[in-house]
């Protein structure tokens, strides 16, 4: 097998979408926001030429990781979309699509787009993947990992010839340089239990959402460093909310905690917010009233 090339398409800082190649074979790992759809499709045209687009792989419903696959799709339309099985029935309910377009449009505007196309009704999945199912592209064969705990539809793709594994946002979201920000919205164990299994694989190699690759001992570290904050956050944060801290102190601790540096750059405050008071009533619901 030739060795895969991995280059970030993303027309915006805040998409996750990155194009695996090995030559013949082309994935396009994420696809970014609805309104940079178009963009990411144009990079990638721009590395494939006449080359067409084999796969797209999604690793789970939310907007900023999903929509831009619609329009990726006007430009290659066969090219087969790879989601979880649970991912598959979120795209197929008009209420998600409708939060999804709602979320994209408010994001477009704060990045100064007022108007674009709409495609996300076209939004689909050709391949709906369960844990260990094994996908063949091209001479590249991917194993599907349900990694629960940012969505319950998330999921990673382990290629064991490369030692690589497509992550996802389960793992927490890097800062590009020493830490890493904890991201479980639908159960605490459920992460924990998640990296540790990807801790156990033979990995040289992890691509990141909305960052990249990272190899060596820096994927190492990543792991580890990923453990370790999902694990002391949620002490911290429980242990304020034993002391009765109000939710607004909590919220602007974890902002000062890890909200800096390249984190900004591509995870919109609003977001994190919102995620933050997610993330507190989780481990409050799993954690503290046990």
């Not at 497509?166 to 830490?179: A, H, I, R």
């Amino acid at each position: 097998m030739n060795k895969i090339k991995i280059t970030d398409v993303r027309s915006h800082k805040g998409d996750s979408a990155f194009l695996i190649d090995d030559g013949k074979t082309a994935i396009l790992y994420d696809s970014g926001f609805a309104f940079t759809g178009f963009g990411v499709a144009e990079n990638i045209k721009s590395i494939l030429g006449e080359r067409k687009l084999d796969y797209i792989f999604l690793t789970h419903s939310h907007y900023d990781h999903a929509l831009g696959a619609a329009y990726v799709l006007k430009y290659w339309p066969n090219a087969k979309v790879a989601a979880g099985e649970y991912a598959a029935k979120i795209f197929a309910k008009p209420t998600a699509k409708a939060v999804m377009r709602d979320l994209d449009k408010k994001f477009a505007i704060r990045c100064g787009v007022a108007d674009y196309e709409d495609l996300i009704d076209d939004l689909r999945v050709d391949v709906p993947v369960a844990d260990g199912d094994l996908i063949k592209a091209g001479d590249m064969e991917f194993t599907v990992l349900n990694l629960p705990g940012h969505t319950k539809c998330s999921v990673g793709f382990y290629c064991p010839a490369e030692k690589l594994l497509l992550s996802c946002e389960t793992l927490g979201v890097y800062n590009g340089s020493d830490d890493v920000v904890p991201s479980y919205l639908v159960g605490y164990q459920m992460a924990i239990d998640a990296i540790d299994r990807v801790a156990a694989l033979d990995i040289e190699r992890i691509l990141i959402p909305h960052f990249g690759i990272i190899e060596g001992e820096a994927a190492r570290f990543y792991l580890k460093k990923a453990r370790e904050s999902a694990v002391t956050t949620a002490d911290a944060i429980l242990a304020m909310l034993k002391q009765g801290s109000e939710r607004e102190a909590i919220v602007a601790w974890f902002k000062e905690r890890f909200y800096h540096g390249y984190v900004v750059e591509i995870y919109p405050i609003d977001a994190m917010e919102m995620n933050t008071n997610i993330t507190i009533s989780l481990l409050e619901r799993e954690l503290l009233q046990q």
